[in-house]
């Protein structure tokens, strides 16, 4: 069975920056696309940034110039890396492997930006 684990969430002073990661702990035969989602209380969940396996890019208006996804397509595992957070940014923050028949999801980590 595949997992995804993220890790990198913790609670930071607006301004601040945190680097999410999520590494799939089983076989993926082909991810297409990594992506990270996140969700707010009494939010619906909602894309953040996208990543191809050929390294194209797409992010949410609120983060753009803030936030940048990467990826290790050799170690099955994407990153997001956050700059200048604000509160509102706080929300469990989800990361997805795609394939072209199916979509995987780890737990989610907690970002929290207060002061």
């Known amino acids: 069975q595949v997992q995804l684990v993220e890790s990198g969430g913790d609670l930071v002073q607006p301004g601040g920056s945190l680097r999410l990661s999520c590494a799939a702990s089983?076989?993926?035969?082909?991810?297409?696309?990594m992506a990270w989602h996140r969700q707010a209380p009494g939010k619906e969940r909602e894309l953040v940034a996208t990543?191809?396996?050929?390294?194209?890019?797409n992010y949410a208006d609120s983060v753009k110039g803030r936030f940048t996804i990467s990826r290790d397509n050799a170690k099955n595992t994407v990153y997001l890396q956050m700059n200048s957070l604000k509160p509102e940014d706080t929300a469990i923050y989800y990361c997805?492997?795609?394939?072209?028949?199916?979509?995987?999801w780890g737990q989610g980590t907690q970002v929290t930006v207060s002061s």
């Open positions: 990543i191809t396996r050929r390294g194209s890019t």
């Open positions: 997805d492997f795609r394939t072209s028949v199916s979509a995987y």
């Open positions: 089983g076989s993926i035969s082909s991810v297409n696309a």
